[in-house]
């Protein structure tokens, strides 16, 4: 804007002052009015006829410079006398008009102008910038020349050119102290924002339960703006976040827990085969307390054995160890696993409830031979003797029902975690807390999800698996 002011205002200046030259030519140009050319001089006396003498256009009446303001050059070039003459009006100390007479130097300048009539801007020597115009006076005999110079358009010029870097410079310091007030105005929610996040990296996240409580408050979880986009994606990211920490928290937990149930459960045989051996080593003649002694020590090392080889195949499975994916004829196995239950649990009614069609699912079949086996395990050891238990093919898997005394309410939500047992004493065989463990882990690693919905006289346990 302040180019385009100044290039408007400078433009018009120069064509108003374009304007003043060419009525200061048309005054410089017009003849005396007994029709002489104003450049000459009253003839003497039986002389010819000349310029103005040496003293500057003096041959020249009052009328000559009549109209002509202050700083107007006016000038005569002839060809045949060089240099020409001219003079400038110019106002002396006591307000009174004279003519400075132009220089040589000056006139030699003036006589470079193109006769065209159009304005040019020159140089003068002693004088400074002027705006002139150069013309024929008509009878052949000279050239005119009027001018005015610049120093009123060109102060004019400066002058805008400083009001308008000032005012450009006050101008953006005002629109800068503004846009940081508004800018800080509208970015206050962000500060907040930000505030929260550093609020949650400054809590301790490295290990322990963690309350990650912070949040964006609600006024600034509006997704209608940009800060409250941001606001409410941070809120879902700690969600996230706390989830995450809480599941992990829970899973040192567990960790913690199966280590040591795990422990515990070693210790047991391991005192056991201790004892023992302290017993066979007392009595080496007796043979009697070393045959029992080697008997307990042998039962108590299958009793560890397949507690590490379970613990073994849930560490496997927890590492994400791939499974075989055959085809497994699930009906054949649930067939052999029933006839080997009746033969361990003659007590119980066992039955199998087959569809007309054979059921393939695909998956490793020693791993959902262990799977059926442990839950059948589970129904003969922990239901008393006449229990009925069904085993029920479908097309997507199998369920096991009995019609026991079903989980206790305590265990419902525990029943497939690692070493949890029901009450041991009403039963005849206890055992170490993993064999539902086992059954889920393996039936995860399978892609497939086992239920568990237990009331006294109705328990079922449904397993499901991809189907071939």
Do not use: C
């Amino acid at each position: 804007m302040a180019v385009t002011t100044t290039l408007a205002v400078r433009a018009y200046l120069h064509d108003q002052l374009d304007d003043d030259v060419r009525a200061a030519l048309e005054r410089a140009s017009r003849p005396a009015p007994d029709g002489t050319p104003p450049w000459f001089d009253e003839p003497p006396t039986g002389g010819p006829e000349r310029p103005g003498d040496a003293d500057g256009l003096d041959g020249r009446g009052p009328q000559d410079v009549r109209g002509q303001g202050v700083g107007t050059l006016t000038a005569f070039l002839f060809e045949d006398w060089d240099p020409g003459i001219g003079d400038v009006l110019v106002q002396s100390q006591d307000g009174a008009t004279t003519r400075q007479q132009l220089s040589e130097e000056a006139l030699d300048v003036l006589g470079d102008v193109p006769t065209d009539e159009e304005p040019h801007d020159v140089d003068l020597p002693d004088l400074g910038p002027y705006r002139v115009v150069v013309t024929d006076d008509g009878t052949g005999g000279a050239d005119v020349v009027a001018g005015l110079p610049t120093d009123d358009v060109d102060d004019v010029v400066t002058t805008l050119v400083a009001w308008e870097v000032v005012l450009v410079l006050l101008g953006g310091l005002v629109a800068s102290a503004a846009g940081l007030v508004v800018v800080r105005r509208q970015l206050r929610p962000l500060r907040d924002v930000a505030a929260t996040a550093h609020a949650v990296s400054a809590l301790p996240l490295s290990s322990g339960r963690i309350d990650l409580n912070e949040r964006v408050p609600d006024r600034l979880t509006d997704e209608r703006t940009e800060v409250g986009q941001v606001g409410a994606a941070l809120n879902t990211l700690l969600s996230h976040v706390e989830d995450s920490l809480s599941a992990r928290h829970r899973s040192e937990q567990q960790v913690r827990q199966f280590v040591a149930d795990a422990s515990h459960e070693l210790r047991t045989p391991l005192a056991t085969i201790a004892g023992y051996t302290e017993l066979a080593r007392r009595r080496p003649g007796d043979k009697e307390a070393t045959a029992t002694a080697l008997a307990k020590v042998e039962e108590e090392a299958g009793r560890m054995t397949s507690l590490v080889e379970d613990l073994l195949l849930l560490a496997r499975l927890d590492a994400g160890r791939p499974l075989a994916e055959d085809t497994v004829d699930l009906t054949r196995l649930l067939l052999e696993t029933v006839s080997d239950a009746r033969v361990l649990a003659p007590e119980h009614h066992w039955r199998l409830d087959l569809p007309a069609d054979s059921v393939e699912v695909t998956g490793d079949e020693p791993r959902l031979r262990q799977v059926v086996t442990n839950l059948l395990t589970n129904a003969r050891k922990y239901t008393p003797a006449g229990t009925t238990v069904t085993v029920t093919a479908t097309p997507s898997g199998f369920a096991v029902h009995d019609d026991g005394p079903g989980f206790p309410p305590s265990l419902l939500d525990h029943a497939f975690e690692r070493f949890v047992r029901g009450d041991t004493s009403r039963h005849r065989e206890g055992g170490a807390g993993l064999g539902l463990a086992l059954v889920a882990a393996i039936v995860d690693a399978h892609g497939g999800d086992v239920d568990l919905d237990s009331r006294p006289g109705d328990t079922t346990i449904t397993v499901r698996l991809p189907r071939r």
